[in-house]
T-cell receptor, first 113, second 116 residues
């Protein structure tokens, strides 16, 4: 069974440029999460989806971040425009339901120059 | 508010020895779950073990066991017979049923190094 797939694995951009991250969750997992992990820190939740509905986006900086999960499967996280402080690892995770354990992808490491 | 504290930035253990990674938490939720994840250098977070707040016995998964002391609000991870492949970051996490329901909150992690 395939795990959570994220792409790209690495991304280097200049500040003020847009960037997008893609996530394909485990088949059948209705709940999808995007986490931000700064260097030396634990992951912090950005947004949680139940199917195609964003049920918790309270930590998503909505002035520059956006996310979507069309058809309740794949998800895209976008930053526009990127700032130097956005340099971090962006992790996607999925679970069968909100009460189940999370399975994580390998993350996208973003470097903003 | 929920809070997870891991006070050990780094730990060293000799191969084949046991090691305990500390985790304390704070929550006002009556029911909650505690998790441990492993993050090797590849970056992927790997689920290790889960403990529910109403579980009567401490959770065990192979070489991993969770020393759950509810009154002290601690959920320490014990790794027995350490292997070189255990070298990684370890994160304690909590999920409540009221505060931030169904969201997983992580500690800052402990870097474990297994010495041959």
């Amino acid at each position: 069974e395939a795990g959570v797939v994220q792409s790209p694995r690495y991304k280097i951009i200049e500040k003020k440029q847009p960037v997008a991250f893609w996530c394909n969750p485990i088949s059948g997992h209705n709940t999808l999460y995007w986490y931000l992990q700064n260097l030396g820190q634990g992951p912090e939740l950005l947004i949680r989806y139940e199917n195609e509905e964003a049920v918790d986006d309270s930590q998503l900086p909505k002035d520059r971040f956006s996310a979507e999960r069309l058809k309740g499967v794949d998800s895209t996280l976008k930053i526009q425009p990127a700032e130097l402080g956005d340099s971090a690892v962006y992790l996607c995770a999925s679970s069968l339901s909100p009460n189940e354990k999370l399975f994580f992808g390998s993350g996208t490491q973003l470097s903003v120059l | 508010a929920q809070k997870i504290t891991q006070t050990q930035p780094g730990m060293f253990v000799q191969e084949k020895e046991a090691v305990t990674l500390d985790c304390t938490y704070d929550t006002s939720d009556p029911s909650y779950g505690l998790f441990w994840y492993k993050q090797p250098s590849s970056g992927e977070m790997i689920f290790l073990i889960y403990q529910g707040s109403y579980d009567q016995q401490n959770a065990t998964e192979g070489r991993y066991s969770l020393n759950f002391q509810k009154a002290r609000k601690s959920a320490n991870l014990v790794i027995s017979a350490s292997q070189l492949g255990d070298s990684a970051m370890y994160f304690c996490a909590m999920r409540g049923t009221l505060t931030g329901a169904n969201n997983l909150f992580f500690g800052t992690g402990t870097r474990l190094t297994v010495i041959p």
